[in-house]
């Protein structure tokens, strides 16, 4: 009777035992479907065998141009920024100067994707130009160029490359 009892014992644990195996290689612990490592919902996959996101393309940038031109007998100035071409750049500041009375406008600086500053003395005379990475750079070279202790900058500005994509 006792072998019956005993029998009957290891047929009862016997599905249970089979369910609680997982094929060689595979672990069981945590893993109640017997998921394989490699499949991307198994909880034990760390995403080596996963495909990798496509990697967002690189930006495209423009470049962004500026001028300065000067009348020096009328002392008309002339400044153009943020234009798409240097030669955009040059034209609007010759017209700009133009326009501020200027009749021999000539282009005395062109820049882009950086910034640049002018300095003169009070009441005109020498001036001092100059580029640079910023403001401050491009200002405190221009002073120095000016050539005079009490000369100010008179125009700065930058123009920075856009994003287009």
């Avoid at 009892?5 to 094929?23: E, I």
């Avoid at 580029?131 to 900058?153: E, F, H, M, Q, T």
Wanted: glycine letters at 10%; charged letters at 15%; hydrophobic letters at 35%.
């Amino acid at each position: 009777m006792k072998f019956i009892a005993f029998g009957f014992l290891l047929l009862l644990a016997a599905p249970f035992a089979a369910h609680a195996q997982c094929a060689p290689g595979i672990p069981g612990a945590g893993n109640p479907g017997c998921i394989p490592p490699s499949a991307p919902n198994s909880p034990y996959n760390q995403g080596d065998g996963a495909p990798a996101l496509p990697q967002a393309p690189p930006p495209v940038w423009q470049d962004r141009w500026g001028a300065i031109a000067f009348d020096e007998a009328t002392s008309s100035a002339g400044v153009s920024t943020n234009q798409t071409s240097q030669r955009h750049a040059e034209s609007m500041a010759l017209s700009n100067c133009e326009k501020a009375g200027g009749k021999h406008c000539q282009v005395n600086v062109t820049y882009h994707n950086q910034c640049v500053a002018v300095a003169q003395k009070p009441g005109g005379g020498r001036i001092g130009v100059s580029r640079g990475p910023s403001i401050k750079k491009a200002s405190d070279v221009a002073l120095k160029n000016c050539g005079s202790d009490s000369c100010k900058v008179a125009y700065s500005n930058c123009t920075d490359a856009v994003r287009v994509q």
